[in-house]
DNA sequence: GATGAATGAGGATTCATTCAT
DNA sequence: TATGAATGAATCCTCATTCAT
């Protein structure tokens, strides 16, 4: 992991600190971080071009033109890379996005708030392909990747948040279900749309929409005294 | 497949070597055969411990105690490996279900049919771990993999044509979606329903099976001439 | 040889030995010479396709219709093939076109011999392309290869035989030398001839031709009186 | 050539490493240079002994007492060695011999051209063994090379210009095919040259240049207006 | 910080050869 | 004999990582 934004020691061979910049260090991290932003871009660019696993340090620090020695100067190995390049990420989205995965005005319904936050993710995803491929992550299950699941962790979250104000009397355990249940499809539809273009990928966005409003729908029945809300429980 | 297109197996051959020698003449294919199988087998172990982008043909061979020429004696690389487990799989699967993933008889209430299906396909699953290693494939989305389209393609066109009983009414291309959807939805919920244990992997079974018919009963309202469409209560 | 051609082997049984042949042995020995002819074959074709070095035995067997095992029952090795096969092409040679690469009447002009000896030669190459792989042989000067320098001391020999009658006077060492010679002239025509076709290929041919006769006439110069025999000096 | 585009060699740098150090700043380039030149002799070491298609990259890489990665680091193959080492052979060439095999005073007589050119080819290939496996190359004829191909052409345009001094009218056609004889002439000399020693060798070397003077001498008959050219007939 | 050279184990794959049947 | 399975060392090449400069 990079240097948290602190951190940041003047280290050795102190030559051109004379300048009078009220903070000369900040010279030094205002360098490195420029490396870092360009290596994690030329990271995004190679994992999704090849996949997490398949993906070769070598291979990033030539696509960011820089030598093997720089890269490892800023991460200690690949996988320290995928985690900056998810936390990045979460940040822009939140940044992007707001705090949770959309403003949800209680009366908004459902399909509406779907709708938008589907949108959303799916812009995302294809302003950042990366995405995608940090999602996946290495094809394993059973191999716990810190990138993978910090990126899975954060998601999860958001979407538990955005669902507690449909669902404010599911309990703890149901939530984090029902959120997983949500990431899961969001995911698999993500896959099927990024599949397919033109008409066919605006079909494919629709039916991720209707899936997750089907499936949410009987669980927020209860929203606003609707009366018919039977479901699993 | 493996190369060699003689393919006389001697029928009741199992996983292992029970039985008996009818044809004296053609002993050594029998010999060849276990060893594929036992080379299959080995190959399923370590696509799903390490996925199938990580695995090594050398740590196959050597999970299946031969040396690598051997390995390279019946498949001429790791997608080979990969098609074959697949191949095998996929009949398998038929023969232990059936030519659809269920029967289906019209009167069968969608939550019934789906149900059934969903605890087949998990139970297939955790009979064969393989399955889920080779369903996500490669880490990345472009990158064809025959191996992973061909079982994607089987699973999809079985689903299909449960889907199609029920849906006798839907365009093809909407039966496709409609398909791959489910697929997604399999996939992702299995995800979930293998990361957990006990009560709370139930739990996400049970989730996965709502996800699953609430998605399709909207769709399948007209059958029967059903008016109310009121299902997972 | 009576077995039919037809490829019946009945192999390990042997009931049908009864009918009586005179030589009950030969049948063996004629099947294995028909193996052998058939390996041979397969050797002239892969030698000839990727050449010596880059040849496999397996390949060899396999281009033959046979087991790596029925191969190593008639050779030890690869180098044997090749051995074996320069042998068969040299018999062949002798036998189609006698002792001498050429009759050589002693008045038959210089000319005319060379030209038809260098027609003969390159026929035969074009009839059996292996030669030209077996008599460049392994690229290296200075490794000895029992097939290569075996090919090579009897097209020496011959050369050597059919120089003899034009230079009745040279010396042991000067036979040796031009014949030496003339083969590398013809080993490096024939490989321009190979590569050329039509007009082109004919004009090598003729090149050869006039390169061998200018270098030979000098020394025949003294045959039949003839007076101008000055050269090199 | 080795991948790395920079090439700003320090001008005077031979085989080791004297030259002082005028730009520090690029001082690691030196070192690598410095490699490529130690793996371009180990790789004409291993080619001179095993013959190019045998010779083995790790094999190269041990010779020159580094292992296999360092090697790949400065060339992405086998064939790229050979092209470099090609490529170095022929500048030295030129810089030793100069432009033209030998400078052509018109008035030469072609005897001693030969001889001198002949002389001088020796010479250099006696100091550069990997000469003559370079130009023998892969062991089959059809199989194109880059390495050999270019270092085929180079010689071949070299011979064609020194002969296009003594044939100033013959056709292009022409040049090119006599070009070629002669080269195939040479390397078929060149062969029996090097596989004999002291006063035997001598002979030889006497035996290519009477071979070549007499293949040239009736087609450089006009030149100078010498009334006398005889030539194929 | 930055470079690029260096590493060596490990990847896929091939091959001459042997061996049980 | 013939088969084809088996071998294991050797092939080329890559990769994450380290190190001297």
Known sequence: MPDSPEKQAPESQGQDEQQGQEQPPRRRQARGERRITQLLEAAATVFSTTGY???????????????????????????????????????EMRDTYGEALAPIDPVTPLEEAVGAAVERFIDFNCQHPVFFALMHGPDVPGRITEAHDALHATLHSRIEGLLSSFLPDASPADLTRTAHMCLGMYKAGLELVLAHEGAEREAYVQELKNALVRYLDPLVGERLGRPDATTTA
């Not at 070769?56 to 996988?79: D, H, M």
């Open 53 to 91: 696993t398949a993906a070769s340090t070598n291979a990033i620090a030539r696509e960011a033109g820089v030598s093997p020695g720089t890269l490892y100067q800023f991460f200690p190995n690949k996988e320290a890379i995928a985690i900056e390049l998810g936390d990045r990420l979460m940040h």
